[in-house]
């Protein structure tokens, strides 16, 4: 019996099973790549229908890269890149805060000039640093992900870095 | 030091520094202090970082509603304005004929029924089911609430839907209970793959899985060679009393009025299909219950 040739995306459950496995990485995904959180999400809604009314003709070992690829295309079309927003951790700063208030102030600063020099890298190289800073994602899982090699993930957070370190010391 | 011009392109050393393949020590060597302080920092930073929050159930809720929108469909290969052209024709003769795509087959109390679908496959249908299955079997996927055993033919894939999962084979035999609250798999040939949720279950042959109440999976092998109502005899492993309770229920037709008894009792046994009173005794007296039968269609159980 071979196995995932079995199942259909049509099957609801199966789509449901696939809609829990990717759509968050897929929304992050996005997100890092082009900034504006809502719009990441309009497109991940939208991939989706687009493979359930496509699921006749997509295996389920396909349905990432369909995915993937489809919200990558409905973004290349439509959106500008935007700033991405990180999110700190709130218990962690509140600590700092309370210890010392001139910290927070440098600290903003720091994450603003930290957000800017996010968003002057190119979109190849803020995909795969975020992927890895942000959703924890292995370099072997990028790779995978984006279909380039672990090389090529590496090259791109080396470069991304030392991007960042240029745009944050000139300030 | 501000390092001329970026880098090599081919380096890598600080993704290998970043998923610690290379010691701060070692990057010290290759970078200055000043820039090693700000990579740190940078890196320190990412720690706090938090992914942007997001709810999966309440947006895979917000996509079902749109999905019954647009339900999936095959490229079509009939140009369309034969549609508008088959759409005035059936205006113009007033031919309003209802075409069903699925068929429906349900059972009463006590009832069993075969169903022959052309490919080959036979369905077992017990008592208080409904199964239905598209009219053109190209499709070989059906819906089933209730109890039924299933004979499949080896050509291509077969579904079972149901209310809480679905069940994927090619060439096999095996049972399936499925009601809102219960779902059971027994599978006794071939292999069987059933989904529950998030879980991916593959079934050999002896294998049974079944899930009651949303609660922990349970999983078990069994001796049988094929499910008990097909031979006349409905069988239960550890299973609520209440389970039990209704199964007699819908095989005899009667109302079970069980008060002070303990319904999520389980229960390991068998009750015959065609003897109500053999069935009621064989079912209350491992429970130790007395039963009374006030008229014909009503049940009273009690403690002894």
Known sequence: MK???DISICVEAVFAKIYKQYSEV???????????????EDITQNAFIKLWESCQKIPVEKAKSFLF???NNMTLNT?????????????MTKTHTDENPEYKLLENEFRDKLESAIASLSEKQREVFLLNRIEKMKYAEIALLLNISVKAVEKRMHAALFLMRDKIGKV | MKTEKIHNSQETYLAKWLEGELSDTELQKLVSKEDFLLFVKIKDTFEKVE??????TKNYQKITDRLHKSSPRVVPFIPNWVYSVAAMLVLAFGVFRFYKASLAVETSYGETKEIALNEGTKIYLNNKSTISYPKYQSQRNVTLNGEAFFHVTK????????????????????????????FEVICYEGKVRVIYNDVEKILLPSDAWRVIEGKTPQSWTTKETTSGWITGETTFRTMPVKYVLSALEKQYHITIRAKAIDKNRLFTG???NDNLQKALRSVCLPLQ???DQPDTNTILLHKK
Do not use: C, W
């Not at chain 1, 897929?26 to 990441?40: H, P, Q, S, T, V």
């Not at chain 2, 992914?51 to 999966?56: A, G, L």
């Open chain 1, 3 to 5: 196995a995932s040739q």
């Open chain 1, 26 to 40: 897929l929304r992050n995904f996005i997100y890092y790549k082009f900034g504006d959180l809502e719009n990441a």
């Open chain 1, 69 to 71: 690829t489809t919200a």
């Open chain 1, 79 to 91: 959106l500008k890149h935007q700033k991405v927003v990180l999110k700190y951790a709130s218990t």
């Open chain 2, 51 to 56: 992914k942007p929050s997001f709810n999966t």
């Open chain 2, 155 to 182: 050509k291509g894939a077969f579904v079972v839907s149901t209310p809480l999962g679905v069940i994927q084979v090619l060439g096999t035999q095996f049972n399936v209970m499925a009601t809102d609250k219960l």
């Open chain 2, 270 to 272: 068998s009750f015959p």
């Open chain 2, 289 to 291: 219950i007395d039963y």
